[in-house]
């Protein structure tokens, strides 16, 4: 906790005011500190990733086929890839698919983890109903910098950040930013008694289990078999980072509300 803490009264200080943070900063020849950034890959980088694949692959591997597609498909998503790049990596899978009849489902849901939720692109839509059963959408939180993070109430690491997703609705409660739960568990009033006791979301949807699954309808599209897993969205619906956790994922959160909060004043400055 005592980390936690150091981390709070640092977010404190950075949200006192952009304008006198820069200029405290150039008045005292400081740098500010460097804005959280995506990696480009390389050529050579993704080639070594799919030759691991093939290798975790090959005949006589002792991996399972589902996690393994899964954890290459979460690793291509750290970084940025050219449009070339995704081209060969989708093509690559494809390939691998058909040299493994009835594996279909397996590379399924990682070629759409690459075409459609890698950094860059636009959210996938999701709509379903909150913890109280009222319906809602990503869309509706459009113009707002959103968390997406899907959780479950059985999930010991999902447990370990909600201090900082309580620090990020605490502090951004007046600002255009919004943490969106995608809620998974026993029932939907387990979640919701949770949510109300120490909430770490502005909203969550329900994502029940089926019974032959046991990731429910929106954790399927986003083809999340791991969690936590979380997006941070910005202003136009357009994923900037994936994963981010503790200090990485306050300082995506800063950087994309301030960056919307010049939008906003420079729109409302040509009305």
Known sequence: MKRFAVVVLIGAVLLAGRSIYAQSFAAFD???PAALSVPAFTDAEIRQLT????RLLA???????RSVVWQFARRVQAGKLTA????RVLAHLDSLSRARPGSEAVFAGPRRMIRELTVGKVAPPIAGTDLDGRAFTLADYRGKVIALIFSAE???ICRSQ???????LDKYSNWPFAILGVQTG???????QAQAAAPTASRSWWDAPRQDNPHGPIASAWNVIGWPASYVID???VIRFIDVRDEDLLRAVRQLVEVQVERDAAAARRK
């Open 30 to 32: 400081f740098k500010a």
């Open 51 to 54: 030759t691991t694949l093939d």
């Open 59 to 65: 005949p006589g591997a002792t991996e399972d086929a």
């Open 84 to 87: 070339a790049q995704e081209t």
């Open 154 to 156: 059985w999930c010991g």
């Open 162 to 168: 909600a201090p900082y997703e309580r620090f990020l």
């Open 186 to 192: 026993s029932n939907r009033d387990t979640a919701r």
């Open 235 to 237: 202003g136009d619906g």
